[in-house]
């Protein structure tokens, strides 16, 4: 039995959803639109004619996200470029997390051995500190090891967190006891077991955690700053940063790029969110419990 | 840990063995660090340093700005929680009610939980803009709003982003717990108790409580840690320091100010308390496990 | 006929296979830089024109965010030994590299020691003295060198029928006639180093102990004088009279009232002459920073230079250092220096650059863009070489956030210096200590 759904609960959600969506659909009108059109009129509510113009010269470096003077020789990083070392980010974190925590993850809860505790406690220290209050000390070692403006320089330190071998932890520990002693009365090893059992089973749960580590990996902010100096490891999100940078310093942005540099920074993650709803939120849930 | 376990002498150790490295060369090795220098006044190049002691310590308790910020973390962090909380479990109800237009109110709330916050702060600059900023216009017509210099203003600039960024998450697991509620339940109510409003604090809410907790924590942590782009963005701290959150402190100290052991003895008080939430999150988890 | 071409082809074959050999041989050195967007672009100018001018040097610039970031990536790199070769670092990160021995190659020694010749008396005076040591030795070379200065719309000053102050006193006679034109008077960014560290320098005004930090490790701040009081305290009333807006704590949110024509005068950057041209749709002109004619006595002394200086790393090889002394030597060129002074609004760094300006008729184009050099040029006092002051980023942090308070009612001005002046004095302790036993081996 239900009740029934008033008008009202329609406006209310659609009141949200509107709350949500009005920022990101404003910085997308506004993104079709000239620099000057904006600087004077404002943002814009709805799309302008200068959509292709845009993107094409903001994708390519032909022009960058501050206004130009009158000769035109100027070039940013290519926001192509930029898309890629986001994503290179992205998915060489999310990959690397779930392949490394599921393996911990497996050791601590199916085996008992031996500074099995002491192990378990020192990996879940980790989620203790983010990386933000520990970041100069993290680079020096980083930088001693020759990785600095290497992808794995980029993408391993921030590995060291125990977040997925914790949602890992949390779905073995509700796996059936009977699966590991049906398993042991067909002779199964650990590593059958973990093949054909425990992966096939993981599934929703990898692709849950694939999907917010993706996310976490796309938006790094500040390590990336620090661990790249050569541009052609520029992020999209530090093309953001620069451009709050610049701003601050009194240069006028072109609006028009820095809101379609902002677009860019969020349709793959928003995509990956939307079109693998049911995974991400049944994974989200289940590591709740 | 389960009854059942495998018994082998080297496959543990070789499993878990990568995770491990990478925590105790990333993790634990730089954080150790910061506890050292946390002891030490050194030369930002590393070239000289005092023993100082716990004066990092003191003075960072003892300071003014220091408290300050704590005041602002806890209200901004409270307001944040709240809001986002409140918002999401209002919209949750209402999604719970609809069943054939669910899937799509659900994929038109969760999409903001991919939003980097530096991006969700850059929007803020541009939407409270005082001359291209609809925001900014709109709360000027109303009162003398100005986040630049008023930092009540400020805040609520700050939080009205950083709760647009968080309802979504909030939202997916209000309604996955209202889901869980099982049928029975709601028809016994639903025959009880006349009113909707009274049936939802009387009966769904206390059902809630786990989830809520939870949540509690996880918006706690996000509102410490997580808005630090949002605020490096929108704020920078500014105005008169007074949307300075402890962790944006401990940046700009430690990062722009090159002061690392005053940065850092803050860093390990911050850690301090992160641990203690954590034993808390834990427990709970853990009680919850082994119901 | 034949041989004549022959001739030629092989001359071609030799000249590229001898490009391609040097290019091989090419030296890389890295550059740090704070310089964002119109700036960048044209650092990156000036790197490719050294790039283009010899063969044997490579230098690769990188943009690494705003001075803070910049000097802490430089810090955090050089800690890790993964410095670059050169690092662009600000006015107030200016104590922080130059008081620790070591860190940096004093650019008069790597010049000397590198196959270019150097005499700290061919830079302007106002240039030499503030990159250098205790013994008067330049340690940086300055780079991006600006000097606060007073902007103004000629347009809206002519409306309300009154000239560009020259004094305070002035200021306080024209600002109630620009408020009846309907505008406001006067905003300013960067209150702390325009009307904290420059006020003191225009004034002639000690700043610190220790000789304003030059001849020690200074302890004690000297803010909270009367004078500064008085000029905040004017301010605030300025502001409440609707003569003086204040937008903020950030350099961009003040700058843009005047490029609107909400604001009649702007106190900024004699580098933001550059960009000033671009975006401002309208005729201004610029002068000097007004001062109290009531402190100095009708006297006027000389602003000192903001902005940055590079510094170059110490512990690279010898190649690597003869390439950076080499771009240094074609950075300061005339050549370099004038395009640079007129792409950018920066002053010349080098007598002969500023007379180079001169002879090819710029400033009778612009007499605006000299307005900086000028005023740097202007007779010294004691205390007007500038300041040398450790965690002074912090420092200016503390002043940001008073003055903001105190713009906002908050605070009164005798409130928010002695706070700067405990915090600053804390700060400095702090700094001075981090020195404590120079050399010791880290950990």
């Known amino acids: 039995m239900r009740t029934k759904v008033s008008f009202l609960d329609h406006g209310i959600l659609w009141a949200g959803v509107i709350f949500l969506l009005m920022p990101l659909w404003i910085a997308f009108a506004s993104s079709t639109h000239t620099a000057e059109y904006i600087a004077n009129e404002g943002v814009q509510f709805w799309f302008g004619d200068n959509f292709i113009n845009t993107y094409s010269g903001l994708l390519n470096g032909t022009s960058s996200i501050f206004l130009e003077k009158g000769d035109n020789n100027v070039t940013g990083t290519g926001a192509w470029i930029m898309l890629k070392n986001s994503l290179i980010l992205g998915f060489g974190f999310a ?17 008992r051995f031996p500074l099995a505790n002491l192990f378990f406690w020192i990996i879940f220290a980790s989620l203790l500190l983010p990386l933000e209050v520990r970041i100069i000390p993290s680079y020096e070692i980083v930088a001693s090891m020759g990785l600095v403006n290497t992808y794995t320089g980029l993408i391993l330190p921030l590995i060291a967190s125990a977040t997925a071998t914790f949602f890992f932890r949390q779905f073995y520990l509700s796996v059936p006891e009977e699966l590991i002693e049906a398993a042991r009365l067909d002779n199964a090893g650990p590593v059958r077991f973990f093949l054909d059992i425990l992966l096939p089973l993981s599934k929703t749960m990898i692709a849950a955690i694939f999907i917010i580590m993706f996310v976490v990996g796309w938006n790094q902010y500040l390590w990336p700053i620090l661990m790249t100096t050569d541009s052609s490891f520029n992020t999209l999100l530090l093309g953001i940063k620069n451009i709050v940078n610049v701003i601050d310093e009194g240069k006028i942005p072109a609006y028009n790029r820095v809101f379609a540099l902002s677009v860019l920074a969020v349709t793959p993650p928003v995509l990956i969110v939307i079109f693998f709803q049911r995974w991400f939120i049944k994974g989200l849930v289940e590591t709740e419990k | 840990m389960k009854k059942q376990q495998f018994q082998h002498s080297a496959l543990p150790y070789f499993l878990i063995a990568p995770q491990l490295l990478i925590i105790l060369i990333f993790f634990v090795w730089p954080a150790l660090q910061s506890v050292q220098l946390s002891l030490y006044l050194e030369d930002p190049w590393g070239l000289s340093s005092t023993f100082v002691g716990l004066d990092n310590y003191t003075d960072a308790l003892s300071s003014d700005y220091y408290h300050q910020s704590a005041l602002f973390t806890l209200i901004f962090s409270s307001a944040v929680t709240f809001f986002s909380l409140a918002l999401a479990l209002l919209l949750a ?18 999409w903001p939980y991919a939003v980097a ?24 017509q109303l009162w003398a709003f100005d986040h630049k210099l008023d930092p009540t203003d400020a805040t609520l600039a700050l939080i009205l982003m950083s709760v647009w960024k968080q309802i979504s998450i909030n939202f997916v697991y209000f309604l996955a717990g209202l889901q869980s509620i099982p049928r029975a339940v709601k028809e016994a109510a639903a025959i009880d108790c006349q009113s909707s409003f009274k049936r939802f604090w009387s009966i769904d809410f206390p059902l809630l409580a786990p989830t809520t907790f939870f949540l509690l924590v996880i918006n706690i942590t996000y509102a410490f840690f997580e808005t630090f ?49 954590t034993v808390v999150q834990f427990r709970f988890i853990e009680r919850k496990i082994h119901y | ?244 807006g204040y937008y903020g704590s950030n350099w961009g949110d003040n700058r843009t009232p005047f490029e609107k024509k909400e604001v009649a005068m702007w ?29 100095t006595q009708g006297k006027e002394y000389n602003t000192f230079i903001g902005g940055a200086a590079l510094f170059a790393f110490s512990g690279k090889d010898k190649a690597q250092n003869t390439c950076t002394a080499d771009f240094f030597a074609y950075m300061s060129a005339p050549k370099t220096q004038v395009f640079w002074h007129k792409e950018t609004g920066y002053v010349p760094i080098t007598k002969a650059a500023y007379e180079a300006a001169q002879a090819e008729g710029y400033y009778n184009r612009e007499p605006s863009a000299e307005v900086g050099i000028q005023q740097l040029s202007l007779p010294g006092g004691e205390w007007t070489k500038g300041y040398r002051l450790g965690f002074y980023v912090q420092i200016r942090d503390v002043m940001k956030r008073e003055y903001d308070k105190l713009f906002n009612g908050d605070i009164d001005a005798a409130q928010a210096f002695s706070t700067i002046e405990a915090e600053g004095d804390k700060l400095l302790g702090k700094f001075a200590k981090t020195l404590g036993k120079q050399n010791v081996a880290k950990n």
Request: net charge neutral; proline share 4%; charged share 15%.
């Open chain 2, 93 to 110: 109800v209402k999604a719970d009610k609809v069943i054939h237009a669910q899937t799509s109110y659900k994929i038109l709330l969760i």
């Open chain 1, 95 to 111: 990959i690397g997390k779930i392949i490394f925590s599921m393996l911990a993850a497996y050791a601590i809860v199916y085996f």
């Open chain 2, 229 to 277: 782009g949002i605020i490096d963005t929108l704020t920078r701290g500014a105005p008169g320091g007074e949307t300075t959150s402890l962790v944006y402190k401990v940046y700009r100290d430690g990062f722009i100010g090159a002061d690392l052991g005053g940065s850092s003895a803050q860093s390990v008080i911050l850690m301090v308390f992160v641990m203690a939430l």
């Open chain 2, 117 to 140: 916050p530096a991006v969700a702060g850059l929007i803020g600059i541009f939407l409270f803009d005082s001359h291209v900023g609809p925001l900014y216009h709109l709360l000027n």
């Open chain 3, 1 to 244: 006929m034949l041989n004549t071409h022959f001739k030629k082809a092989l001359s071609a074959a030799v000249l590229s296979t001898a490009a391609a050999g040097s290019a091989q041989a090419a030296t890389e050195i890295s550059w740090w830089h704070a310089m964002g967007g119109q700036l960048g672009e044209t650092v990156n100018t000036i790197s490719k024109d050294f790039n283009a001018s010899q063969s044997s040097c490579v230098i690769k610039p990188t943009y690494k965010g705003s001075y803070e970031e910049a000097m802490t990536a430089g810090i955090a790199a050089f800690r890790a030994r993964q410095s670059p070769n050169i690092i662009q670092i600000f006015d107030a990160g200016a104590a922080t590299i130059i008081n620790a021995p070591g860190a940096a190659y004093p650019v008069a020694d790597l010049l000397r020691e590198n196959g270019q010749t150097f005499d700290s008396q061919d830079y302007i005076a106002g240039v030499r003295n503030f990159y250098a040591d205790a013994e008067g030795k330049m340690i940086g070379m300055p780079f991006n060198a600006s000097t606060p200065v007073l902007y103004y719309n000629k347009a809206l000053l002519e409306k309300a029928g009154v000239k560009p102050p020259k004094t305070w006193e002035e200021f306080e006679a024209i600002a109630p006639k620009l408020k009846d034109a309907g505008v406001i008077a006067l905003s300013q960014s960067h209150t702390p180093w325009i009307f904290s560290e420059n006020f003191h320098s225009r004034h002639n005004l000690q700043l610190s102990d220790a000789n304003n930090g030059f001849s020690g490790v200074a302890t004690e701040i000297k803010y909270n004088n009367p004078e500064m009081i008085r000029h905040f305290d004017k301010m605030k009333s300025w502001k409440d009279n609707g003569w003086y």
């Open chain 3, 267 to 295: 106190l900024g950057s004699s580098g933001s002459f550059g960009g000033l041209k671009t975006t401002a749709k309208f005729d201004f002109g610029t002068t000097y920073l007004p001062y109290w004619n009531s402190i």
